[in-house]
């Protein structure tokens, strides 16, 4: 950017220069990347679902991970799991021409996805393999269209989701476990940038130029520093001159030691469980299948989520400021497993009746008490709502928390009539709890007008 000086009978010229520049305030280093304000409608939709979609749902073993496992750390369960199944010989890319995806329906999938009350759903564009699920230009034969599937997954998931006004995100993997470039820069101490120059950089631009998302969620940044990767110059461009610099957003993944400290949002770890109220927009990724990201044909029943541990976790990140973001790993003929639809729809129906404690809410001076069972808190407005998640077998509620005046007034969501409650001597209410509505999810949220 070049700097202008300011004579008298230029001023007006000049002002207008300095205007029209305003758009790109960003420089290519954290102290402004991070200053940056999140878009608004990221706070707003609290959840979101996460897909992982790659060749590794073809051995569908173990899980994501497989080609590492078995390739990389020469794990002895996977190494003896293909000397047992496949013929010698069978190599890793052997998987991907049954990547079928023969029963892929985006628009069926961006059904399930709205009617689980999710407004953002983020793809993995490429995960560490190095596959990537649309035509990048860069991943010569190794992309959905030359092989796999032949098909534009991210091009048309993108449509179907856009359809149904979902928020569309992409996730990609910085590093490529076993991409040669990559290995070579890391052999040179990362002090080489042949990997970054020639397929991760390209490949980013293309993705965002192309497909246009809202939301990058990067990872596979550990092993080098952000300087290798190039992140700030990524993050300045992506912020001031891309097609999506009004409403992107971003994670932390951004090289080694940027997460939960640099970045847009932040994930710090998978499945991040903070103890106390963040200082800062984080979301919670976390998994249907406990075990893995991607499919894995050899799941069970009792290693996934049910439902109330679903609610339960959702509730409390969105009480700790989190958003959530639940993910589900679909079958290499691009089916989502029946048992994560029935989650999701069931989710959805629960949202239905309590969304209102959820969407656009904040956390309150008070994210949680141990009252007649233990309750969590949101708020909108001059709302609060307290979500709870035992049936207190009892028909008087207490909170301990809230200050009421005479005008408060209480109503449990999906039920018409307001509540008849009373204040406590010191502090807090009872409430004179109706016939709880029976629901799988086994939580009901009671909200709290004129209370502070
Ligand atoms: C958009 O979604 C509607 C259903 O909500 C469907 O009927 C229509 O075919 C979709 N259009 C496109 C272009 O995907
Ligand atoms: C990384 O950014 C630096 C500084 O802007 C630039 O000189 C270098 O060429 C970039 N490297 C790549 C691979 O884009
Ligand atoms: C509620 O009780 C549980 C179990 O004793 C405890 O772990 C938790 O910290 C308590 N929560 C609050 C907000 O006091």
Redesign the pocket.
């Known amino acids: 950017m070049g700097s202008f000086a300011c004579s008298t009978w230029t001023t007006f010229l000049c002002i207008l220069l300095s205007v029209s520049t305003i758009g790109a305030i960003y420089t290519?280093d954290w102290k402004s990347l991070d200053a940056r304000p999140l878009p608004e409608w990221y706070d707003e939709a609290k959840f979101g679902i996460f897909i992982h979609w790659g060749v590794f749902s073809v051995p569908g073993y173990g899980s994501e991970w497989f080609w590492w496992h078995w390739q990389g750390e020469r794990n002895p369960f996977y190494v003896w799991y293909m000397m047992k199944n496949y013929p010698p010989g069978f190599t890793y890319a052997d998987f991907s021409p049954l990547l079928r995806g023969q029963f892929f329906d985006p628009q069926e999938w961006a059904e399930i996805f709205e009617a689980s009350g999710a407004k953002y759903v983020v793809l993995t564009a490429k995960h560490h393999e190095g596959f990537t699920n649309w035509p990048s230009p860069n991943s010569w034969n190794w992309n959905s269209v030359d092989d796999g599937p032949h098909r534009d997954i991210v091009g048309e998931l993108a449509s179907a989701v856009r359809n149904r006004s979902l928020h569309y995100g992409l996730y990609n993997s910085l590093y490529e476990w076993f991409n040669p470039l990559y290995l070579s820069d890391k052999k040179a101490g990362f002090n080489t940038?042949e990997f970054?120059?020639n397929k991760l950089?390209p490949e980013l631009y293309n993705l965002v130029t192309r497909y246009k998302p809202e939301l990058i969620w990067s990872d596979g940044d550990w092993e080098a520093p952000d300087t290798y990767w190039?992140s700030t110059?990524f993050l300045a461009w992506l912020y001031n001159d891309s097609p999506v610099q009004d409403v992107v957003v971003t994670n932390d993944r951004w090289g080694k030691g940027c997460s939960c400290k640099h970045g847009g949002y932040y994930n710090c770890k998978d499945k991040f469980t903070p103890g106390e109220l963040p200082s800062h927009k984080w979301e919670k990724c976390t998994s249907i299948d406990t075990h893995s990201w991607g499919f894995r044909r050899n799941m069970k029943i009792k290693e996934l989520m049910d439902l109330p541990t679903i609610i339960n976790d959702l509730v409390y990140t969105v009480a700790m400021g989190g958003n959530y973001l639940l993910n589900v790993g679909p079958t290499p003929d691009g089916m989502i497993p029946p048992v994560f639809e029935e989650r999701l729809r069931s989710i959805g129906a629960w949202m239905k009746v309590n969304g209102e404690a959820i969407y656009a809410s904040r956390p309150w001076r008070v994210q949680a008490e141990n009252a007649t069972v233990p309750v969590w808190y949101t708020s909108k407005g001059s709302s609060i709502y307290a979500v709870f998640f035992l049936h207190p077998m009892q028909y008087s509620f207490k909170l301990s928390t809230p200050k009421t005046t005479e005008s408060s007034v209480v109503t449990l969501l999906g039920n018409p009539e307001p509540l008849r409650w009373a204040p406590l001597p010191s502090s807090g209410l009872v409430i004179l709890l109706p016939e709880l509505p029976p629901t799988p999810a086994q939580a009901w949220t009671l909200k709290l007008d004129g209370v502070y």
């Open positions: 290519p940038q970054v120059r950089m190039n110059e």
